[in-house]
């Protein structure tokens, strides 16, 4: 697969990140471009989870609930397994369909645990389906190591990913 087929934009704490992705698949969807994948998004306005997080299914639209209810005072991971879950079924199942771009919205702790929709991001690069996702700064190193330095690194603004897009599609 050529080194192209896989952008990660890379963002610093302070860059909006879900916002810009989600903008972007918003623009490419309005492009004609067959989206898969999943975008995490904040959920605003819940008062008692401040925290409190979704997963979008890009194919379908469904909103799959991410964070889960621990409990006053715990510290543990919020992240609900059954949602990461049903965001691998929606990823694996979007790459059979035959879905143009897969956007998996982060490559961050989980994905260097070894966790998270790692295996998501190496099969839709194996099954030869471009992928966008975003990479925190942090964990740029364990990125390129996961990648094997391939692949594009832009940066956090909507024309450099459209661009990215368009270049693919130039013959």
């Not at 994948?37 to 409190?52: E, K």
């Not at 998996?104 to 190496?122: C, P």
């Not at 190193?141 to 330095?149: L, M, Q």
């Amino acid at each position: 697969m050529p080194a192209h087929a896989i952008a990660a934009v890379v963002y610093k704490p302070t860059d909006n990140i879900e916002a810009l992705l989600a903008q972007a698949a918003r623009e490419l969807a309005a492009r004609g471009v067959k989206l898969g994948g999943v975008l995490q998004h904040d959920i605003a306005g819940v008062i008692d989870d401040p925290c409190a997080m979704e997963l979008e299914n890009l194919e379908t639209g469904e909103s799959i609930p991410l964070s889960q209810e621990l409990g006053r005072g715990s510290v543990a991971c919020r992240v609900d397994p059954d949602a990461l879950a049903r965001g691998s079924v929606a990823v694996r199942g979007a790459i059979e369909r035959g879905v143009d771009l897969v956007i998996i919205n982060k490559f961050g702790a989980q994905e260097v645990s070894g966790a998270g929709l790692r295996d998501e991001m190496a099969e839709t690069v194996l099954a030869g389906v471009p992928l966008l996702t975003a990479v925190g700064e942090r964990f740029l190193d364990d990125w390129k190591a996961f990648t094997g330095g391939e692949g594009v690194l832009l940066p956090p603004r909507l024309e450099p990913i459209l661009a990215w897009w368009d270049q693919r599609k130039a013959p």
